[in-house]
């Protein structure tokens, strides 16, 4: 008879989690930390990867975005205009923000969520109220719980999030186990950096056995640019 995980006969619904990104072909987010990778598209020299990715979010059936506070921080500190504007998902009905330690002063809120956590500030929970966002708290340790962050989300309607964040946010959903495919858009450069943010940001993994093993499904040249989907292989426990 085989048993079945504690945790396994827990776990409750949660959306299906994409990342999808455009990054340098050596898998940098950005130029260097602190710098906006929009510079790439206002240079024109991210080989339209920017607006390709972008492009994938309907395409994958994303009903939502899904970003950390961090990488906002970074754009509103380091903004630039683009003179032509990205494509817009048509699919996602709202911006979800994953925000644990209550950092964000908010200026727009429509379609916004805010997750955070149940030991966030009383005075961030009050600017959240007044400003009517809506918003979860989920786990009340050093940072959020993920896992139940998405069945809460599940809970509300949502089927397949798309996250567009940096490095440490991709990196953290990474580590929780809880993606299913990774959408990587490459544009033609080359940035390197002992710092710079990559696709993937978190702690070491102590072992080969941790690593994430991933299926190619999809690699379309697109210009210079290439556009690699795969789907993340699931592990059986032994």
């Known amino acids: 008879m085989e048993l079945i995980e504690p945790k396994e006969m827990m776990r409750l619904k949660r959306p299906e989690v994409v990342i999808n990104v455009f990054a340098s072909m050596d898998g940098r987010m950005t130029t260097a930390p602190g710098h906006n990778v929009m510079e790439w598209t206002s240079y024109g020299v991210d080989g339209m990867a920017n607006d390709e990715a972008h492009k994938r979010y309907d395409e994958l059936n994303c009903d939502a975005l899904v970003s950390g506070s961090e990488s906002l921080i970074v754009w509103s500190s380091d903004w630039v205009e683009l003179e032509n504007p990205i494509t817009t998902p048509q699919k996602s009905k709202a911006y979800i923000v994953f925000d644990g330690r209550g950092r964000m002063d908010w200026a727009q809120t429509e379609g916004l969520i805010v997750v955070t956590k149940e030991n966030v500030s009383q005075a961030y929970i009050e600017q959240l109220d007044t400003k009517g966002i809506t918003y979860i708290k989920a786990g009340d340790g ?8 998405l069945e809460q989300l599940y809970e509300q309607g949502f089927r397949r999030l798309g996250i567009s964040g940096g490095g440490t946010i991709n990196g953290a959903f990474l580590r929780a186990g809880v993606v299913d495919e990774i959408s990587v858009v490459l544009a033609p450069l080359a940035i390197g950096g002992k710092t710079t943010p990559t696709i ?39």
């Open 142 to 149: 050093e940072k959020i719980d993920i896992e139940l962050a």
């Open 200 to 238: 993937f940001d978190g702690e070491n993994l102590e072992s080969i056995q941790q690593a994430v093993p991933l299926q190619l499904v999809k690699a379309k040249p697109i210009g210079d640019a290439v556009w690699l989907y795969y789907h993340v292989k699931k592990q059986v426990m032994s």
